[in-house]
C-alpha cells in the first residue's frame, strides 16, 4: 500500500446488502429460547462488505505493520524470535487444538501425559524440583512465586515484608513484589554492572523475604557473585528468585538450582519460541524447590501408574492463579520445541545466541559506547549518551531511523542504569548476514544529520505520532495530510 494512500475503515467500505457469505432459509422450526424483551428491534450497525473487500482491507492493513516472519526484531531483554511453523503445525493438530477444558481426564490422556513431561522438563532444566505450569505469563509467574513464598513463611510464622530487587531488574519485578504485598527494596549496581554486595549486606536482615535478581542481567552479563548472593540469603533465612528471562544464554550451561536459586519463572515465548505479542497468549510456568512445593497452585499433572490426572489435593496450595489449567496450547509449542531440539540443541540454542550478541557487540563497540564488559551473554546495552552529548541524537533517534532499514528497534531507555540505552539481542534464529545488515545500518546512521534522524522515519506511512496522545486518545483513521 503507497504511503500516501488513505486508510477506509470497514464501515466507510460498507454497503448495504453485501455480504461474505449467503446462508440458505432454515428449513425447520426454531424455537427462539430467549424473550422478546432481549431481543433487538433492528440488527446492530455493523459493516456490510464482500469477502475480496474483506479480506483487501485487513491484508494491506496488515502490510504495515512489523512481524518476526518479515523483519529482524533485536530486542534486548523480550527476545523476539523466530517461531517454527512445524510448531505451528503441530499443535493445530486436530486431537490437541480441538479439546475442551472440561474434558474428562480420561479423554485426554495425551494432552495430560505432555503437560506432566513439560513440568519434568523445565524442573530439570531449572535444576529445581517441581514445576506449576499455571501462569499465564512471566509477569504473573513472578507473582504467583512471591505469593508462594508469602504462604510458605506465613506457614513457619515467620513475619518478613521486604523483597530485594536490583536496581537493573526489570519493571515488572517491584510491580509483583507489590501485588504480593510485599516491600520493594532496590540493591544498587556495582562499577562492573553487578549487584553491589556492600549495599545488599545493608539491606539484608530478618525483613528480607526473597532476593530476585535476573542472571544474566539485563545489561547482559552473567553476575560471577551469585553464589555468593544465594549464600548471604539464606543464611538469613531468605529466598532467592530467579527472573528467567534471561534462560535464553544459559540452557544447558548451568542451571539456576545449582547455583541457589529456590524459585524462578520462564517466558516461553522468550526461551522456547512461543508466539509473543498482541496482549498474549502466554505462558509464564515457575519452578520450585522442594520446600515451598507444597504451596503450588493447583491443580499440578500428577501420575499414578499409565493414567496421569490433575491433582487437586494440596492443602497448603496458595489456590488457582489461571482459569482452568492455564494457556496449553502456547505450552505444547514449548513442549514441541524441547523435544524438537533435545538437551544439546538447548545447549546450542544459548552457545548460539552468545555467539550471536558478542559478534554484534564487536562490530559496534568502536562506534557506541558499550558501557559494561567486553564480552556479553545474549544480549548487551549500548549507549548513545555520546551522540546526544556531542550531535544532538538520542536513543529515540536511531530506533526510529532503523525502521527505514526494515529493523524494528531495539528496547530503548531500559535499564534506567544506563543513559540513552539500546538494549540488543539478535537471538540464536538470525544468521550473519541479518546481523551484517544490522550492524551495517547502526553505523550508517550515527554518521547522518541530526535533524534528518529528528524526523524519522522517513518511509512509513508515520513518523512521530505524539505517543502519549496516541495512547489515551487512538485516532482510528489516519489520512496523508493529517497533523499525525
Known amino acids: 500500500m503507497d504511503k500516501n494512500q488513505s486508510t ?60 518476526i516472519d518479515t523483519n529482524f526484531y533485536p530486542l534486548g531483554s523480550c527476545t523476539m524470535k523466530y517461531n517454527p511453523k512445524r510448531h505451528e503445525r503441530l499443535a493445530a493438530h486436530p486431537g ?40 499465564a505469563a512471566g509477569a504473573q509467574g513472578e507473582l504467583t512465586a512471591l505469593l508462594i513464598a508469602a504462604a ?20 515488572t519485578n517491584p510491580a509483583s513484589a507489590a501485588l504480593a504485598g510485599f516491600d520493594a527494596v532496590s ?18 536482615d530478618e525483613r528480607a523475604a526473597v532476593f530476585m535478581i535476573t542472571n544474566p542481567n539485563t545489561l547482559g552479563l552473567f553476575d560471577d557473585q551469585i553464589a555468593i548472593i544465594t549464600e548471604l540469603l539464606h543464611q538469613k533465612g531468605a529466598l532467592v528468585y530467579l527472573d528467567g528471562a534471561n534462560m535464553n544464554a544459559i540452557l544447558g ?9 529456590d524459585m524462578m519463572h520462564y517466558n516461553i515465548h522468550k526461551t522456547f519460541t512461543g ?18 512445593v507444597p504451596f503450588l497452585p493447583t491443580p499440578l499433572v500428577a501420575r499414578s501408574g499409565e493414567r496421569f490426572f490433575l491433582d487437586y489435593d494440596r492443602p497448603k496450595s496458595i489456590g488457582r492463579v489461571r482459569s482452568f489449567f492455564g494457556n496449553v496450547g502456547i505450552l505444547l509449542r514449548g513442549w514441541l520445541y524441547i ?10 540454542v544459548s552457545e548460539n545466541a552468545v555467539l550471536n550478541a558478542n559478534y554484534l557487540l564487536s562490530r559496534l563497540k568502536g562506534t557506541y559506547d558499550v558501557p559494561h564488559g567486553e ?59 541479518t546481523l551484517d545488515a544490522f550492524a551495517d545500518a547502526l553505523l550508517r546512521i550515527c554518521k547522518e544529520d541530526a535533524d534528518f534522524l529528528h524526523e524519522a522515519p522517513h518511509e512509513l506511512a508515520l513518523s512521530r505520532p505524539d505517543e502519549v496522545k496516541a495512547a489515551k486518545e487512538p485516532v482510528l483513521r489516519w489520512q496523508a495530510d493529517s497533523e499525525l
Open 339 to 348: 523435544r524438537t531440539l533435545g538437551p544439546q540443541g538447548l545447549r546450542q
Open 375 to 433: 564480552r556479553c551473554m545474549h544480549e548487551f546495552v549500548a549507549s548513545a549518551r555520546a551522540l546526544k552529548r556531542e550531535r544532538k541524537i538520542s536513543a529515540m533517534d536511531i530506533g526510529k531511523r532503523l525502521l527505514d532499514f526494515g529493523f524494528h528497534a531495539p528496547t530503548v531507555y531500559f535499564p534506567l542504569v544506563v543513559p540513552e540505552a539500546l538494549m540488543i539481542e539478535p537471538t540464536e534464529t538470525e544468521s550473519k548476514e
Open 253 to 261: 550451561i548451568t542451571r539456576p538450582g545449582d547455583f541457589g536459586a
Open 152 to 171: 510458605y513463611f506465613r506457614d513457619k510464622g515467620e513475619n518478613r515484608s521486604r523483597v530485594l530487587i536490583p536496581d537493573s531488574a526489570h519493571g
Open 8 to 67: 477506509e475503515l470497514l464501515f466507510e467500505l460498507s454497503h448495504p446488502g453485501r455480504r461474505t457469505h449467503h446462508l440458505p432459509e432454515c428449513d425447520v422450526p426454531i424455537d427462539n429460547p430467549l424473550p422478546t424483551s432481549a431481543l433487538a428491534d433492528t440488527p446492530p450497525p455493523l459493516p456490510e462488505v464482500g469477502e475480496i473487500d474483506l479480506v483487501r482491507h485487513f491484508v494491506n492493513l496488515s502490510t504495515r505493520n512489523m512481524s
Open 275 to 292: 508466539p509473543h505479542g498482541a496482549g498474549g497468549p502466554g505462558a509464564g510456568p515457575i519452578a520450585v524447590r522442594k520446600q515451598l
Open 96 to 135: 490437541l487444538a480441538d479439546l475442551h477444558p472440561l474434558q474428562s481426564e480420561d479423554s485426554c490422556q495425551g494432552m495430560l501425559a505432555i503437560l506432566w513431561e513439560m513440568q519434568n522438563i523445565l524442573a530439570e532444566i531449572a535444576g529445581l524440583d517441581a514445576v506449576s505450569l499455571q501462569p
Open 187 to 204: 540493591v544498587k549496581s556495582n562499577s562492573r554492572g553487578l549487584v553491589d554486595l556492600d549495599d545488599l549486606r545493608t539491606k539484608l
